[in-house]
């Protein structure tokens, strides 16, 4: 069985960490955060994969090179032009003979993907996307599924009402909870086992995106699209908060520190993220941040709630503000 992973995107929202490498390069517990899906992949006997590329893709193929280092075998479908969710099934559509698998690069789950696959062959589906409830009622589109659990239509985001009945956290925060869970809307999760046949959808030659050009038009023909929903962790760092957070619950809180670092006595770190080579000096203070590959805290500084880069490989300040030789972006 073959999987795609798909890691090609600009990764914007998680911006200025993607400034020198893919959003699936970025370091996640000390390693590339890709590393995390190939291996997700290979602990169920999938070692044939397919990786898009497109912005930086020298930083994948840096991390990961042919795959042998972490048992499997790796090609690469490298984008001039970013062609999509289901535009990378295009240009790869010769090589998807029997089913196969397709997942984001930036997440980290413990969904039994072989569950998912029998269930995808059990019911002959032409598609089996895995979904979770979202408690939290963050910004993913609702996915609305019918008694048979076949996914009818991909609807808007979590509206104003529904945010206003959560309890406990901001709905930003992995942490929130919707009031029951009868009303809480499902989510994609990025995890899907897909039939060659659902290839007849795919636009040829062109950007496309699955769940609006590809899966809608599957469903209005009768297929089987059909969700399967799962509680087990999932993890997905498509934003600066979403990849602190995840930080946080898998450390229990605690710092993660990559290597070459150095913490000069007096500095405080509290739950935060230290990439390599990192300095932190004396009478300095850091929580709830990220320090990303070589920057330095100079003496008696505070930074609370941001990520930090070096102004040297920014191209273009997006937003924050330009400190000494650092970009602070709030996150």
Not at 100 to 112: A, R, S, Y
Not at 211 to 225: D, K, L, R
Not at 241 to 260: D, K
Request: hydrophobic share 45%; with cysteine; charged share 20%.
């Amino acid at each position: 069985m073959k999987a795609l992973i798909l890691a090609a995107g600009f990764g914007t929202r998680l911006w200025p960490l993607t400034e020198d490498r893919t959003k699936a390069a970025i370091p996640f517990l000390n390693q590339p955060l890709i590393n995390y899906s190939v291996e997700y992949l290979s602990s169920h006997g999938i070692r044939d994969i397919i990786i898009n590329l497109h912005h930086q893709p020298e930083s994948i193929t840096t991390a990961l090179g042919d795959g042998s280092r972490l048992g499997v075998k790796i090609e690469y479908s490298l984008e001039e032009e970013i062609l999509g969710t289901s535009g990378a099934l295009d240009r790869v559509r010769e090589s998807l003979v029997d089913d196969f698998v397709v997942i984001n690069g930036k997440i980290v789950t413990t969904i039994d993907l072989a569950q998912v696959i029998a269930e995808h062959r059990r019911q002959n589906a032409i598609a089996t996307l895995v979904l979770k409830r979202n408690r939290a009622l963050e910004h993913f589109s609702i996915v609305e599924t019918d008694d048979r659990g076949w996914i009818t239509r991909f609807a808007g985001f979590p509206g104003a009402a529904l945010m206003q009945e959560a309890v406990g956290e901001p709905a930003n925060n992995i942490g929130a909870v919707a009031s029951t869970a009868s009303d809480t809307p499902l989510m994609f999760t990025g995890i899907q086992v897909l039939s060659p046949r659902i290839l007849e959808y795919v636009p040829r030659g062109c950007f496309s995106h699955s769940t609006i050009h590809v899966y809608p038009q599957a469903i209005a023909a009768g297929e089987a699209v059909i969700g399967h929903v799962s509680e087990a962790d999932w993890y997905e760092m498509s934003t600066l908060g979403r990849y602190l957070e995840a930080h946080q619950r898998l450390q229990n809180g605690s710092v993660t520190i990559g290597e070459a670092c150095v913490i000069e006595p007096g500095a405080t770190v509290e739950q935060s993220i230290l990439w390599n080579r990192v300095t932190i000096e004396s009478g300095a203070r850091v929580c709830r941040s990220v320090l990303a590959e070589g920057v330095s805290i100079p003496a008696d500084t505070v930074i609370d709630g941001a990520v930090v880069v070096r102004r040297d490989i920014v191209r273009q300040i997006e937003r924050g503000e330009v400190i000494g030789e650092n970009v602070i972006v709030p996150i």
